[in-house]
């Protein structure tokens, strides 16, 4: 689980709701501070499993201030976007669907004009089984045979398949978990756990440490079976991504309990793309350090 290291929104940015062709969805929005000055582009940022749009808070103000226009969403059933009881509402394609949603909204607005003169480009996120969703969505517009609406592709702290054995154990136990528990009751025993691990942050702020519990109970739990099934068991559709031709970035902490960084590596290798390790980071550089992980994505997108 992501943990934002603040929750104020800076001033450049601020909370709103995305209507889209498939549903609403909670979004953070953030721009450069001079709107009449040309922008660098824009980016949409898709958050993993059990996270929200606020996993992306530090970075909103260093990308803002760099010349990009920033969307962070909650995905569906996610925190403050909500959903259906449906386990099918979850499957990975209909994720997808939303992404090219909220691409399409993103084209709809405004026009931004960029440093060249043209409009500017639109470079997609995705955080752990966000980078999933993201991954599906590509390879969906891949396949309609047109031209890609996007500029970039950063797989954040992503593998090419299902999580490491120990994670999809842990996994597992919360999927099985929620088919007979509450989110309330799951929560005290992940808590507990925590305690007994060691694994608590040892200065997490009160405010945080209520917004996690808030976003947790906010959850839809067929979301979260869905979202889990899934990683224990999620394809390697590297070799596809590997053909669509879409510069890309990896991008990972020193560490990582989903994915080994190594597989990470390997990754980037058979996709051709960029590799960057953020250092003093683990499965979430974009709240762990988020200066570092900001200018790794400013230089990959410039």
Known sequence: MSTPPFLRLPGCARALRV?????????????????????RGTALLVPGFTGSKEDFIALLEPLAAAGYRVLAVDQRGQYETGGPADPAAYAIDELARDVLALTEWLAERPAAHGTDGGTAPLHLLGHSFGGQVVREAVLAAAATGRP????????LATGPGAIDPAEATR??????????????????????????????????????????????????????RTAGAHLISAPDRVAELSEVDLPKLVLSGVRDYAWPVELQSTMAELLAARRVVVEDAGHSPNAEQPAATAAALVDFWA
């Open 19 to 39: 209507t889209t062709a498939r549903g609403e969805f909670a979004a953070l929005w953030a721009e450069p501070a001079e709107p009449s000055e040309p922008v």
């Open 171 to 224: 996994t597992k136990l919360l999927v099985d978990a929620l088919e007979s528990m509450d989110l309330e009751s799951i929560w005290q025993v992940m808590q507990q756990m925590e305690e007994g691990s060691g694994s608590r942050p040892d200065e997490l702020h009160p405010e945080v440490a209520e917004f996690l519990h808030r976003r947790w109970l906010a959850n839809v739990p067929v979301c979260l």
């Open 148 to 155: 890609l609406p996007w500029r970039s592709l950063t797989l």
